[in-house]
């Protein structure tokens, strides 16, 4: 059998022929497809700006269908799913683009902050600190370490907070003397309430005045903690050193002061303190201490008590005016009662202290408030002072 060249003369430009027209239409077909994806993105971003979440989802979606390899689109589709607290899906979104081996270094690490984000938007804290970790030597390393601080000030895990505040202080981040005081006096306190240790709480303290001699909660405590040993006049002594060092603190420890003076005979040195302090920053808590201090050394009650009015002809106040009229005789004494309580139940709001951060009010004074976590954000005078 004769083979026929002819055949081959005439295949060979039909075979280019049609491989010339498949080109042109794979060509064809990615020019629309690329075309499409940016109408799906910018119709997404349209949708985004007209706050209609659900439809720039949609367009999201088919933006990344039609090209899934643009990392772009996958973090708006994630911070998208966060946002209206889709965290499952954020989660998938995320973890996807880490598992892609093209992934530039940069985009990773975003992708790692992203999924961190989701991880604690959604509550599950471990994972969110095994994320957190992740980003140490990172661009997001100062972000995720002050994350974590805040993760462990909330779990109450002091320890773990104390090691991150030493890593942001030494990375210079910031000064951190005065919250890592915190820590330790909140360790001191664990130390001698739960373990009861009071050693372990002493040595703590001392750590904190050894890092910030000007915070005022670490000597208070060890003042607190002297005096339950009976070493009276070692807490009279660091008492009278929160005036140097935090003057502003003293309307929290004046009745204390009062108290221990008493004690140890040295009434009369904490009533100069106390009139010295009230006359650079009059305070009813002052004013109050320095009542307690004329009566204790003798005075009539009577006579004590026109720091009361000496206080409320400088500031008006409810409060020095009901503990004013406590002792103040009625000419129907059967009234007095009635009349005293009420103004007590007046003045009661007004005796509370208020957080500057976040406007969160006690009756009892915090170091670290409640409602915002914020560090000394309560003003050491009452509301009314304020």
Not at 57 to 67: G, L, T, Y
Not at 140 to 165: F, N, V
Not at 243 to 263: D, K, M, T, Y
Not at 370 to 386: D, H, N, T, V
């Amino acid at each position: 059998m004769e083979f026929d060249l002819t055949w081959i003369l005439l295949g060979a430009p039909i075979a280019f022929a049609l491989g010339w027209l498949a080109s042109r239409l794979d060509l064809r077909q990615l020019r629309i497809e690329n075309r499409q994806a940016p109408k799906a993105y910018f119709r997404g971003l349209n949708f985004l700006l007209n706050e209609q979440q659900d439809q720039a989802i949609d367009a999201f979606i088919e933006a990344v269908q039609r090209d899934p390899d643009t990392s772009e689109l996958h973090f708006a589709l994630g911070n998208l799913f966060r946002r209206r607290g889709e965290y499952e899906r954020a989660v998938r979104v995320h973890e996807h683009l880490l598992s892609r081996a093209d992934l530039s270094k940069s985009d990773r690490e975003r992708a790692q902050h992203a999924l961190a984000q989701d991880f604690l938007k959604a509550g599950l804290i471990d994972r969110a600190e095994h994320a957190l970790h992740q980003l140490t030597g990172t661009r997001y390393q100062s972000q995720a370490w002050l994350t974590l601080l805040s993760l462990h000030e909330r779990s109450r895990d002091w320890s773990r907070a104390a090691d991150i505040a030493r890593s942001l202080q030494q990375a210079g981040e910031g000064d951190f003397a005065a919250r890592l005081a915190h820590y330790q006096c909140e360790m001191a306190a664990t130390a001698l309430g739960k373990n009861k240790d009071p050693a372990a709480a002493r040595r703590l303290l001392e750590e904190a005045l050894r890092q910030a001699p000007g915070a005022a909660r670490p000597r208070i405590q060890l003042a607190g903690l002297l005096a339950g040993q009976d070493d009276l006049r070692g807490a009279f002594e660091q008492l009278i050193l929160v005036e140097p060092h935090a003057p502003q603190a003293i309307p929290l420890v004046a009745s204390e002061l009062v108290r221990i003076g008493q004690a140890t005979g040295q009434l009369a040195r904490a009533a100069d303190l106390l009139r010295r302090c009230y006359a650079a920053a009059p305070s009813i808590d002052v004013a109050d201490a320095i009542v307690q201090a004329d009566a204790a050394a003798g005075m009539p009650l009577p006579q004590a008590r026109d720091s009361y009015l000496r206080h409320m002809a400088q500031e008006p106040s409810l409060i020095a005016a009901t503990r004013w009229l406590s002792h103040e005789p009625f000419a129907q004494e059967s009234a007095h009662p009635v009349v005293q309580h009420s103004l007590e139940h007046a003045a009661r709001p007004l005796a509370r202290y208020r957080c500057a951060a976040c406007g969160f009010e006690a009756q009892g004074y915090f170091w670290q408030c409640p409602g915002c976590q914020a560090w000394e954000s309560f003003p050491s005078k009452r509301i009314e002072e304020l």
